[in-house]
Each structure stands twice: as structure tokens, then as C-alpha cells.
């Protein structure tokens, strides 16, 4: 079955403490793989888009790469204002629907 | 200069009542959508319109009809309101539909609809 799992769940980390979420994907014909934030009561904010096995992409803090099988989203020296939910999703089909993960909720501590 | 944007932003209504969310985007986007976001904070597609062509209708009740006046406009009416009907719903575009690689979908801000 296709599949998007992102983990952890949660992640709480001090100020400073660099780590990676991840997105694992079961999908055939990866179209692009999405990383979205989303801040409490508000829409997803489009993060990075990755298409092929071996890319990678920077902003600021952040650094998205994919393989074949995952995605991770590496955050270095994060702040307080990087606690959101850091969402994933993949578009496989011809359709242009995005498959969303549940989401990995980030809280950074000052 | 909001990209895309929904109202009303929040919305209470009763049981078996019938509501209307409007979304617009100023992106000149081909593509909108219609996602519902529930409790856990689960993102799942309702539906998609291609140039007010229906592309995607994911297995939802009848009940939700969207309807697409021109490319940059998708309503979303809702008759019979049910409690499982609460939730928020989000509206995306993107540029174009379909091809080889994927188009980057742009999310509104959401309508939280609140069923009693």
C-alpha cells in the first residue's frame, strides 16, 4: 500500500541542538516529495520540493535531501521560532494530489 | 497581497445546515484544491479543478460540492451538515495539472468548521 510516514511524532530540542526529521515513503513513480511548516491555525508554508534520489536543497537552518526510500529534513543550530509542525508529502500520480505524512511536531527550547 | 485566501476563516453552524467556503487565488494558477485536515491534523484531498474542469474527487460524501466559477476561484457548499464534518479545510493551487514532475501546491490560511 502507499505510503507516507514521518517520525518522530514529536521532537523537543534546546536551542542550538541540531537534529533531522524524517519522511519514509512506499510510493511507485515519486513525482516530487514536498516539505511544508505549519504553524498553529494556520495553512501549510511550502518549504522545499525535491524530485530525485541524490538532491538536496538549503534554507537557512534547514536542509531537505531525498533518496529512494526517505527524505530527511536536517535542522542546524535551530531557534525558537522554528517550532512548527514540519510536514511531508508526496505527489505520485498523474493527478497532482499530494500524499501528506502525519506530521513531525518540532519544539525548540531557548 | 495574499496568494491564496479563504473565508470566512472560521465557521459554527448546526447540525443539517448548509455552508458555503469561498477561496481565491491570485497566483494565475490552473490547479486549486480542496484539502480537509482533521483532528490528529491528518491532510487529505477532497478534490481538484483544472481550469474549472474536475480532475480529482477523492471518496467523500455527496453532500460536499465544489464548484469552480473561473480559475481562480473554488467554493466548497456543504449541505446536511454533520458532526464529523468538523474540521479544517484548506484550499491550494498550483500551476499547472498532471506531468512529469510535480507542481509545488500553494495552502490558504484554512476554515475551521465547527459542527454542533
Known amino acids: 500500500e502507499d505510503q507516507v510516514t514521518q517520525s518522530p511524532e514529536a521532537l523537543r530540542l534546546q536551542e542550538g541542538e541540531s537534529s533531522s526529521l524524517n519522511c519514509s515513503y512506499t510510493?511507485?513513480?515519486?513525482?516530487?516529495l514536498f516539505w511544508y511548516r505549519q504553524d498553529p491555525g494556520k495553512g501549510p508554508e511550502f518549504l522545499f520540493t525535491?524530485?530525485?534520489a541524490g538532491e538536496e536543497k538549503e534554507k537557512e537552518r534547514l536542509k531537505a535531501t531525498l533518496t529512494k526510500k526517505e527524505s530527511f529534513l536536517h535542522i542546524t543550530a535551530p531557534k525558537p521560532e522554528d517550532s512548527a509542525t514540519y510536514l511531508c508529502?508526496?505527489?505520485?500520480?498523474?493527478?497532482?494530489?499530494?500524499?501528506f505524512g502525519e506530521g513531525t511536531q518540532l519544539t525548540v527550547n531557548p | 497581497d495574499t496568494a491564496v485566501s479563504q473565508t470566512p476563516k472560521y465557521l459554527v453552524t448546526q447540525m443539517g445546515n448548509d455552508k458555503s467556503i469561498k477561496c481565491e487565488q491570485n497566483?494565475?494558477?490552473?490547479?486549486m484544491y480542496w484539502y480537509k485536515q482533521d483532528s490528529k491534523k491528518f491532510l487529505k484531498i477532497m478534490f481538484s479543478?483544472?481550469?474549472?474542469?474536475?480532475?480529482i474527487n477523492e471518496t467523500v460524501p455527496n453532500r460536499f460540492s465544489p464548484k469552480s466559477p473561473d480559475k481562480a476561484h473554488l467554493n466548497l457548499h456543504i449541505n446536511s451538515l454533520e458532526l464529523g464534518d468538523s474540521a479544517v479545510y484548506f484550499c491550494?493551487?498550483?500551476?499547472?495539472?498532471?506531468?512529469?514532475?510535480?507542481?509545488?501546491?500553494?495552502f490558504g490560511p484554512g476554515t475551521r468548521l465547527t459542527v454542533l
Open positions: 497566483l494565475g494558477h490552473d490547479t
Open positions: 508529502a508526496v505527489d505520485y500520480t498523474s493527478g497532482s494530489r499530494l500524499t
Open positions: 479543478y483544472n481550469n474549472k474542469e474536475l480532475i
Open positions: 525535491l524530485y530525485s
Open positions: 510510493v511507485s513513480g515519486l513525482r516530487g
Open positions: 491550494a493551487s498550483s500551476q499547472a495539472h498532471g506531468g512529469y514532475i510535480a507542481d509545488t501546491q500553494y
